[in-house]
T-cell receptor
Framework: DGGITQSPKYLFRKEGQNVTLSCEQN?????MYWYRQDPGQGLRLIYY???????QKGDIAEGYSVSREKKESFPLTVTSAQKNPTAFYLC???????????????FGPGTRLTVT | AQSVTQLGSHVSVSEGALVLLRCNYS??????LFWYVQYPNQGLQLLLK??????LVKGINGFEAEFKKSETSFHLTKPSAHMSDAAEYFC?????????????FGQGTRLTINP
């Protein structure tokens, strides 16, 4: 079955440590996205990538970094510079089109990161 | 800039009653609109989407939504609530961005179903 996998489901880290969240998709989608979800705030875009070796900052990129070396993979690193990293992180992908973007995004199951 | 407002962070209905979740959007261009559902500790699943075809859109699990340009609304309804509908619901508007698609989400509405 095609889909998006995120690992691990739960992640615990000490303050000051960098941590990398995994996201893999086998949908053959060009575009991939990372969102952060906090209670009562909906989803906010951290980074997105349209094609391999290219990515753009979203609305809340500070303290995060990404890479896109392969089409199917888009890992997110939460650095020690992120002041409030505890959150639920969701990865998504979509068809990337040069025409009107009515294509929906498909979401992974999420990773809950707790930093103490 | 595009934005979405979901009226009511919590909605509670009885099993079998009408479900109405409200969404208003702001967009300077004709929007694409989406409703997603999220069950606890899971990702988001698409319920339905509006892409400028029919204004009444039918989705999965008996949900539907009507696009009303004059009211800038895209409210989600279901005639008869089921216990399994209890979840959080997100409305989103699409903004094309260099071929990728930037979704702007509302704050979410948590739906509770009373037996």
């Amino acid at each position: 079955d095609g889909g998006i996998t995120q690992s691990p489901k739960y992640l615990f880290r000490k303050e000051g440590q960098n941590v990398t969240l995994s996201c893999e998709q086998n949908l053959n989608h060009d575009a991939m996205y990372w969102y952060r979800q906090d209670p009562g705030q909906g989803l906010r875009l951290i980074y997105y990538s349209q094609i391999v070796n290219d990515f753009q900052k979203g609305d809340i990129a500070e303290g995060y970094s990404v890479s896109r070396e392969k089409k199917e993979s888009f890992p997110l690193t939460v650095t020690s510079a992120q002041k409030n990293p505890t959150a639920f992180y969701l990865c998504a992908s979509s068809i990337s089109s040069g025409s009107a973007s009515s294509y929906e995004q498909y979401f992974g199951p999420g990773t809950r990161l707790t930093v103490t | 800039a595009q934005s979405v407002t979901q009226l009511g962070s919590h909605v509670s209905v009885s099993e079998g009653a009408l479900v109405l979740l409200r969404c208003n959007y702001s967009s300077s261009v004709p929007p694409y609109l989406f409703w997603y559902v999220q069950y606890p500790n899971q990702g988001l699943q698409l319920l339905l989407k509006y892409t400028s075809a029919a204004t009444l859109v039918k989705g999965i699990n008996g949900f539907e939504a009507e696009f009303k340009k004059s009211e800038t609304s895209f409210h989600l309804t279901k005639p008869s609530a089921h216990m399994s509908d209890a979840a959080e619901y997100f409305c989103a508007v699409s903004h094309r961005l260099y071929g990728a698609q930037k979704l702007v989400f509302g704050q979410g509405t948590r739906l509770t179903i009373n037996p």
